[in-house]
Each structure stands twice: as C-alpha cells, then as structure tokens.
C-alpha cells in the first residue's frame, strides 16, 4: 500500500514546520512590519532555515528555507528573488558549519541564528547598494540594527523548533 511506502512521522512533521513557516511569515508581516525599533523593523525568516537545518538536518533547513524564501518574495513587494535564494543557501551554509565547526547545542544555534540575521540584512543592504546607489555607511547601521532587534526572537523560534524535533509523532 501506499501508506507503508510514506513515512508518516515525517509527514506530520512536515506540516507541522509547515504551520511554524506560515505563523512566522503572518507574524512577520502582520505584526513585526508595524513595529519598529529606531526606525528598523525585525525580520525573523532567515531563522527558519537554521533552526530546521540544525534541529532536523540539512535536507529540512534547505528544503523549508526555499519554502519560506518563496513565500517572502511572493509577500514582500521590494524582493523578487533575493529570499528564495538567500535562505535556502543559508540552510545549506548552517548544515555544513554544523557538519565541520559548529554544534547542535544552543549557544551554537544561537552564534548561526545571529550569523544568518547578519547575513540576510547585508545582502539586503547590499542590494539597495547596488541597485539603488545608497550610501554604506547608513544602510550598515540599519543592517547592525536589523540584527539586534531581530535577535531576541531567536528563542521564540527555537523553542517550538525544538520541541517538535524531539517528539516522536508515531
């Protein structure tokens, strides 16, 4: 039968990140893109892909930031490709740093999660740079800032991440 060839705890679990990846992005545009932080707002998206590629391997990390990189792009009237290529490659750089450097403890999901919210304000920086002729040196403070105000919401991702990393479905 079909259903002995699926495997069903990764199934459920699937749709479960499935449900964290569409909460976060509805959080992420219905209420972080309200709120601002000396004039920056959070963006939490790039942590998904860490998470996932920490917590459950590099395969999910990659897969579910493609997913959440798409919806992005789809979302957010200013990108149209930079979140559907960035995140998943920031799944893979988190799966292979943890495959050589890093741990799955939480200080490590930590220094990544910093690592990838970094990332991600530098390349959007970077594309204002180039795209728009902005100036360095304010579109690196907003990068710096971005950061810290998306910093605390590491630990509301991880938490859950985590949780439904160690449950067993069956």
């Known amino acids: ?28 545009e219905l209420l972080l893109s309200r709120v601002r932080f000396f004039g920056i707002r959070a963006l939490i998206l790039p942590l998904l892909p860490v998470m996932l590629s920490l917590l459950q391997g590099p395969w999910w990390g990659m897969i579910f930031g493609l997913i959440t990189g798409i919806l992005a792009d789809a979302t957010f009237a200013e990108t149209k490709v930079l979140f559907t290529i960035l995140l998943p490659l920031i799944g893979f750089l988190t799966a292979a740093a943890e495959r050589f450097l890093i741990s799955r403890r939480p200080v490590a999901v930590f220094a990544a999660s910093v690592a990838a919210l970094l990332l991600t304000a530098l390349a959007q920086a970077l594309r204002v740079l ?22 605390p919401f590491i630990f509301v991702l991880y938490f859950p991440c985590k949780a439904l990393a160690e449950r067993n479905l069956d």
């Open 130 to 151: 180039v795209l728009f002729d902005g100036e360095a040196l304010p579109l690196l403070r907003v990068a710096a800032l971005q950061t810290l105000w998306s910093v």
């Open 1 to 28: 039968m079909l259903l002995d060839v699926i495997d069903l705890d990764k199934l459920r679990r699937a749709i479960l990140y499935l449900a964290i990846t569409l909460l976060t992005l509805l959080v992420q």
